[in-house]
């Protein structure tokens, strides 16, 4: 199983930013799949998490209204639209195919991560 996220950089708080991740190795539409991230010097923190067929999502609700958890299982593709960024989003976004408990304690199941980096 191999995910890999882009879409990261430096934006400017207020601005936007899309997350993608591919998924090769394994059956994309039969897995929940999460988006995650870590600040520098703080713990992992869940942020997202799609089901199967993309019609639930959930958020944390630091981000709630703020983005937006999407996949296109025809592509193997999962997003992660982050609008009105914040500095506090600054973080390295991770993702995982796997439910949200899963992707906190499950280290293997994450991508090397992305990095965003939101200034003032």
């Known amino acids: 199983v191999q995910l890999q996220e882009s879409g990261g950089g430096s934006v400017q708080s207020g601005g936007s930013l899309r997350l993608s991740c591919v998924v090769s190795g394994y059956t994309f539409s039969g897995s929940f799949m999460s988006w995650l991230r870590q600040a520098p010097g703080k713990e992992l923190e869940w942020v997202s998490t799609i089901s199967k067929g993309g019609d639930t999502t959930t958020y944390a609700d630091s981000v709630k209204g703020r983005f937006t958890i999407s996949r296109d299982n025809a592509k193997n593709m999962l997003y992660l639209q982050l609008n009105s960024l914040k500095t506090e989003d600054t973080a390295m976004y991770y993702c995982?195919?796997?439910?949200?408990?899963?992707?906190?304690?499950?280290?293997?199941?994450r991508g090397r991560g992305t990095q965003v980096t939101v200034s003032s």
């Open positions: 995982a195919n796997a439910g949200r408990t899963l992707s906190l304690t499950v280290p293997a199941l």
